[in-house]
């Protein structure tokens, strides 16, 4: 089993799973066709399916060209506004892709359908896999957008945080050096922490992927993770790990952004004047 990291859009990741004996394929979570069809010619493999994680345009805007482009193709998702959904999954669903052995793993939070696929093959020495979405994040979770903590907690916890530790996470979007600097704001004498983010921004300088991480590495430095711990609940000032995963995410929503460069486009359009009609007050 091969996974090939397809970095798409501003800071997502789309993923395609090899199995090498038969050369076919499945992608994960395909936003952008085109990029995705030219990774498929140049691994010479057959794109048979499409796992979408959650309806969001930038994990399934591209099923519906795909669909139209690969006759035959499946399509495997939990929520009906996935578009070109051809097979609804559900929890502990087993799929099977030649030697590619597929768990689905519903977790609904950030989105009410949000679904996560643990990869492996059986005989194998090579680590599951793990493609996660926007419910586990390297040093970080998803927002929740149709859900709540009691949810992205069992989620973490129970079903995630479940599988085997060394399992390979990849994850939906580039966002470890945010989630780290928050991380360290949370653990700021997390030896861990510090060592990840100077890694991170490493690879970030480099224009280098962060994933995978495994889970055995998350616990260790991803406070989503780690509700437990008395830093955490310290931080938190609460004592119920799903209290402190509450105030966690309200406290990372409003972690200051980094301050971005004005556009110099822009910048000589405001200049000009070019705004100035639709700043106009009425």
């Excluded at 609460?238 to 509450?246: H, N, Y």
């Amino acid at each position: 089993m091969k996974v090939k990291v397809i970095s798409v859009l501003e800071d997502n990741y789309m993923y395609l799973v090899i199995e090498e004996s038969t050369r076919d394929a499945v992608a994960v979570d395909a936003a952008v066709p085109k990029r995705l069809l030219e990774i498929v010619r140049k691994e010479d493999v057959v794109l048979r399916a499409i796992l979408t994680t959650h309806h969001h345009w930038d994990h399934a805007r591209g099923n519906e060209e795909l669909a139209r482009l690969c006759p035959g193709l499946r399509v495997y998702g939990a929520d009906e506004r996935i578009g070109a959904l051809t097979h609804k999954v559900t929890h502990d669903q087993e799929l099977t892709f030649g030697a590619i052995r597929v768990r689905c793993l519903f977790t609904p939070c950030h989105t009410s359908g949000h679904m996560c696929y643990f990869m492996w093959e059986d005989g194998s020495s090579d680590a599951p896999a793990l493609f996660s979405g926007d419910t586990l994040f390297v040093g970080g979770c998803g927002k929740f957008f149709e859900g709540t903590a009691e949810q992205m907690y069992n989620n973490l916890t129970q079903i995630l945080g479940a599988l085997p530790k060394e399992t390979k996470v990849f994850c939906g979007h580039e966002c470890t050096v945010r989630n780290l600097k928050f991380a360290l704001k949370v653990e700021p004498e997390n030896e861990i922490v510090k060592k990840k983010l100077a890694w991170a921004k490493q690879r970030d300088d480099e224009d280098l992927p962060t994933v995978p991480s495994t889970l055995q590495e998350e616990f260790l430095y991803n406070p989503f993770l780690r509700v437990t711990e008395e830093p955490l609940q310290k931080f938190t000032g609460k004592t119920d790990p799903v209290e402190v995963l509450r105030t966690l995410r309200t406290e990372k929503d409003n972690f200051k952004k980094p301050k971005e460069r004005p556009n110099p486009q822009a910048m000589l359009a405001f200049d000009w004047g070019l705004f100035s009609p639709f700043l106009e007050k009425k």
